[in-house]
């Protein structure tokens, strides 16, 4: 297998880190993404995910061994393909178009023998459900008996220096033990260690348990955080003296809202098909998204009470947002807490100005202007609103200008409130 043909489709957060460690351990890749944004900048070589270099994306390229695409009708032969498309949610329901057409143009070149893995979250029973017959109908091949599939869930966690694409365990499945096997195989080619579980269901509630996880306990200190406000309670002195016992207690802080592709999706997902199948709610889920879907309401609440306890209206006022992305040190917008907070600001007419090296221009929203955090640069600013830390900017240069600080990063003070 070494010598095989891989390719990965989808480009981004997910499949581009992929992609790069393919190439490393000997294989010959071919990246998909029908954004041509994406295939122009990695074809001149210009990463735009901060976890590859792209010095990384250039030595691919020189080596002959990395070939990113536009378009399905280039693939060629192949022996193993990982699907690492998003699965957004349309209207509250479950969007699978983009694995879906990605399952129906890998089928016209599928051949006996070849693997195909599903990275993509979503909900228990996909790959079985729909991938399967999807390339089954279009290959007249069957699963299992002349081609593998098996779902590995993705557990990329964009900008976290320890615990990357190699270092974090990759759990993988198969619709059967052969191509079970398969998947670990290729899998314990690339990362430092796999955990086999025994069907792709098991793998698929996997991902919706551990964000599910995270996406109620951040629902927890959020809802915890706006009460304990109300009654006059230092909220992040009580987190850091809980944060002292060794054992039953586990970290989370407030912020802003959830963003990003995990956490205001994935239990989405699994909800609906508790919904679907069982005919019940899933209680736990649709109290976090009610909490942390309302966290920029209480913020730009918190930020309009602070311009008026300084006499000033909403409306006219300069408000800086530093920090657009859903995370520390990630330029990912997708589903970011700040995109509400702007659109509410917006709405009560203030004036925007945003502060984010990370954010690239074509996500940018619209309405807002850019600017970056040096000594006077806002002067003009009445209120600045904190909403993501950003190792790479220096908050200390906020000093003097009146701060809703959502991520507790500055010290408390006459003109610094904290969430």
Not at 156 to 171: L, Q, Y
Not at 391 to 410: A, N
């Amino acid at each position: 297998m070494q010598q095989s043909h891989v390719i990965v489709i989808g480009q981004g957060y997910v499949g581009l880190p992929l992609a790069m460690r393919a190439v490393e351990v000997g294989f010959d890749v071919t990246g998909v993404d029908v954004d041509r944004r994406r295939t122009d900048a990695l074809l001149a070589g210009t990463s735009f995910v901060e976890d590859v270099p792209s010095s990384t994306i250039r030595a691919a390229l020189d080596a002959g061994r990395y070939h990113p695409v536009g378009s399905y009708d280039r693939l060629g032969r192949w022996d193993v393909a990982v699907i690492t498309v998003p699965t957004p949610l349309r209207d509250a329901l479950p969007d699978l178009r983009f694995v879906e057409e990605a399952c129906r143009s890998i089928a016209e070149t599928l051949r006996p023998g070849c693997l195909v893995v599903l990275e993509s979250t979503t909900y228990p029973g996909t790959t079985d459900e729909l991938v399967v017959p999807i390339l089954q109908e279009i290959s007249g091949l069957r699963a299992g008996a002349d081609f593998a599939v098996g779902y590995s869930p993705e557990r990329i966690d964009p900008g976290n220096a320890r615990w990357g694409f190699v270092s974090t365990p990759k759990v993988v499945s198969g619709i059967d033990a052969a191509s079970k096997d398969r998947v670990a195989r290729f899998y314990d080619m690339l990362v430092d260690r796999v955990v086999p579980v025994s069907g792709t269901r098991e793998a698929e509630l996997t991902k919706l348990l551990e964000n599910t996880f995270r996406h109620v306990n951040i629902g927890l200190v959020n809802e915890l955080a706006v009460l304990a406000d109300e009654l006059g309670v230092d909220v992040w002195e009580a987190i850091d003296a809980a944060s002292t016992k060794p054992f039953g207690f586990m970290r989370f802080t407030p912020g802003p809202g959830v963003g990003g592709h995990c956490l205001p999706v994935d239990p989405s997902y699994l909800s609906w098909q508790v919904k679907r199948r069982l005919g019940r709610t899933f209680r736990f889920v649709e109290l976090a998204n009610d909490v942390n879907e309302h966290m920029p309401d209480h913020v730009v609440g918190r930020a309009v009470a602070m311009l008026n306890d300084r006499s000033r209206a909403v409306r006219g006022s300069r408000i800086a947002l530093v920090g657009l992305a859903y995370k520390k040190n990630s330029g990912d917008t997708r589903e970011a807490p700040a995109i509400r907070v702007v659109e509410l600001l917006k709405q009560l007419g203030a004036e925007l100005v945003g502060v984010d090296p990370h954010v690239e221009d074509h996500r940018w929203p619209a309405g807002v202007e850019r600017r970056e955090l040096t000594p006077g640069s806002l002067d003009d600013i009445d209120l600045a609103v904190l909403l993501t830390d950003h190792d790479d900017v220096d908050h200390s240069l906020l000093e003097g200008v009146p701060t809703f600080d959502t991520r507790h990063v500055l010290p408390v003070g006459q003109d610094v409130q904290v969430l």
